[in-house]
């Protein structure tokens, strides 16, 4: 990975992971789940949209916003059989998974797209799936499928028609919505956030004294969860550098101690071999 890439995967960790300059903003959840707030979700795709636009590497650039289920809304189009299962042996209660699921939205961004483009396959042959995904970057890295169903899936690099990269920013002075009536789950810890803590609480968290710091159990509002996964975290790298650093000092007296027991035993031969001459010379003299 480039190192242009690098940071530009770390501007968006720290768009999704530590919502950085969206202080504004409650810490609860953002994924738009019920019963979160969905303005979050927005502002989410906003911030994370233009920290890409704003990469080096945008001109180069695939976005895929997307949903791993429809969140319960009712569909009319029901989902089309002729799914290439996985694996060869069946799911739970029997599903043999050759039906495709519920219809997800999905938006495609690129400054090598079109403006306005709809993109769908041909009628009657593989719809797109979330498998398209992995055989877009399977297709454009030359890399073999994951399973059978990602061999079939068809990718999505038709929708690239544009040669000379767009110059135009479709997001410009768009305002990101922001909820107006009263949000239920504030201040209510998101499920990521208890799953972050449930993890946090088993890092080996250790004093000074090398005693493990044992996980805190009274979690009751998401500022709580937030807190106690950001201190708890903190202290675990703390600890780990003590250790290491601890362990570098230990590895390098034992690498510069000098050799007193061996030198000891040379004194005492050297001794002895002293005393059997003067005894040797002793015994001639008689």
């Known amino acids: 990975m480039s190192e242009q890439n690098k940071r ?72 089309p059989l002729g799914a290439v299962p996985s694996y060869n042996s069946p799911g739970e209660y029997g599903f043999d998974f050759k039906r495709f699921g519920v219809r997800v939205p999905t938006i495609i961004v690129s400054p090598l797209i079109a403006p306005g483009t709809i993109f769908r396959v041909p009628a009657d042959t593989m719809p797109l799936d979330h498998t398209s995904i992995l055989k877009t970057v399977e297709k454009r890295w030359g890399l073999n499928p994951l399973t059978a169903r990602d061999a079939a899936a068809p990718d999505v690099g038709d929708v690239l028609t544009v040669n000379t990269p767009r110059a135009d920013d479709p997001l ?67 600890s780990r550098k003590a250790s290491a650093e601890f362990n570098t000092r230990s590895s390098n007296k034992r690498r510069t101690k000098k050799p007193v027991t061996h030198g000891r035993k040379e004194e005492i031969v050297m001794r002895k071999d002293s005393s059997c001459r003067d005894e040797n010379h002793q015994s001639r003299s008689h």
Do not use: F
């Open 8 to 79: 530009l995967v770390r501007e968006i960790t720290d768009v999704i992971w530590n919502n950085r300059g969206l202080d504004r903003i409650p810490p609860t959840g953002n994924s738009q789940h019920p019963n979160y707030d969905v303005a979050l979700g927005e502002q989410l795709i906003h911030d994370v949209y233009y920290a890409v636009y704003n990469g080096k590497a945008w001109e180069q650039t695939l976005l895929i916003i997307t949903y791993d289920e429809h969140g319960g809304c009712y569909d009319h189009v029901a989902p």
């Open 172 to 238: 410009k002075g768009v305002k990101v919505p922001q909820a107006s009536g009263k949000d239920p789950a504030k201040g209510q810890p998101s499920h990521l956030q208890q799953v972050h803590a449930e993890l946090v609480a088993q890092l080996p968290v250790q004093d000074r004294h090398g005693h493990r710091i044992p996980a805190m159990a009274e979690l009751r509002t998401s500022a709580d969860y937030k807190a106690y996964i950001q201190s708890r975290t903190a202290a675990w790298k703390k």
